[in-house]
């Protein structure tokens, strides 16, 4: 039997575009000033989180607020970028929130109290991610696809008015939605979303393959965003806004593996001695999103540039699973956080 969404992978092509941009196109250095502006970085206690991170204090934010799950830990992270960034002294331009991505509870908390406690938002990164190597429930979904697509578009979803409210407000900012994802989108059929209930699949523990599964929750967040974008603005406009674009830090070093099977890190050690950059030079993808110009709005980056995603995203097949992820993923935010997709202008 045919299917309803034929995805057809081109490994050569996506393994020759990931070395080439592994060797020969890292990211520039960020320069641009977020001065005035306050940042709010998911998952900033270690990796390409806190690099970035350490970026935006670097670079003047007004404000930085580390989101993680683990205060103890970030309140380290938060030393530590302190000590490195000589010209400032004001540690207290960042703080520790606590959010944690498995709980609904706990994601649409952080969300209220950014609505209630700060003045303004310029710039939300999530950058928090998990790969799942062991089937775990969370609140009734794989654990990978509650914390990689669900709590992180409830999360984005939820502030999409707070961001919209600041650009009304200041004429200085124009904000900033960045969803960290991962060229592991170009790795999957997604066999899933051939079936009448893509979650009710996903959640099948039977057809559970950890890998696979975190590059469909990276693919469900390109498409998610790509058909958000189409319909709150249908006309296309050249200044939306709010700039929602997707960065690809590329294969950087990270503790990302860390919960891993032993033999699962040792392979990720070995790809990673070979092609991986450092985690500053990943992490200044997160930085250049938080800055793009709104021509990146709607697009996937890498390398600090707008770049193509899979070739069949843009065809007739990409239109219809952009529309079926999109209303299905916007049920299960509905149950979570009703009339939020009114209040995100949808």
């Not at 057809?8 to 320069?31: A, D, H, M, N, V």
């Not at 690099?51 to 204090?57: K, M």
């Not at 310029?122 to 990689?148: P, Y």
Request: proline share 4%.
């Amino acid at each position: 039997m045919s299917e309803e969404f034929p995805i057809e992978l081109q490994f050569g092509k996506t393994l020759r575009t990931i070395f080439y941009s592994q060797f020969f196109c890292p990211p520039p250095y960020p320069s641009q000033s977020f001065a005035n502006q306050t940042v709010i970085v998911t998952g900033s206690n270690v990796g390409l989180g806190f690099e970035a991170a350490r970026h935006f204090y670097r670079l003047n934010c007004t404000k930085l607020i580390l989101a993680v799950r683990t205060v103890a830990k970030g309140q380290t992270a938060k030393e530590d970028i302190v000590r490195s960034v000589k010209h400032r002294t004001d540690a207290d331009a960042i703080e520790v929130w606590s959010l944690d991505l498995t709980s609904t509870k706990s994601t649409l908390a952080f969300a209220e109290r950014v609505k209630k406690e700060l003045t303004r938002v310029d710039v939300l990164v999530e950058n928090a991610g998990i790969i799942s190597h062991k089937w775990t429930l969370c609140e009734g979904f794989e654990q990978g696809i509650q914390v990689n697509v669900i709590n992180t578009l409830l999360l984005g979803m939820s502030l999409l008015p707070k961001l919209r409210e600041t650009k009304d407000r200041f004429a200085d900012s124009y904000p900033h939605l960045v969803i960290v994802t991962s060229e592991a989108l170009r790795f999957t059929k997604f066999k899933q979303i051939n079936d009448p209930d893509i979650y009710q699949s996903l959640n099948d523990e039977s057809r559970f393959d950890g890998f696979d599964g975190y590059c469909i929750s990276k693919l469900i967040e390109v498409l998610f965003i790509r058909e958000l974008v189409n319909q709150l603005d249908p006309s296309q406009s050249s200044t939306p806004p709010v700039i929602i674009d997707l960065v690809n830090p590329g294969m950087s070093y990270s503790s990302f593996a860390r919960d891993a099977s032993l033999p699962v890190r040792i392979v990720d050690r070995i790809v990673h001695w070979i092609a991986a950059r450092s985690t500053e030079v990943g992490s200044r993808t997160l930085v250049h999103g938080a800055s793009a110009q709104p021509d990146s709005h709607g697009e996937y980056m890498s390398d600090g540039q707008n770049q193509a995603v899979e070739k069949w995203i843009y065809g007739e097949v990409g239109s219809r699973a952009q529309r079926k992820v999109f209303e299905q993923t916007m049920k299960v935010l509905e149950t979570r956080n009703p009339g939020i997709g009114k209040a995100a202008g949808l």
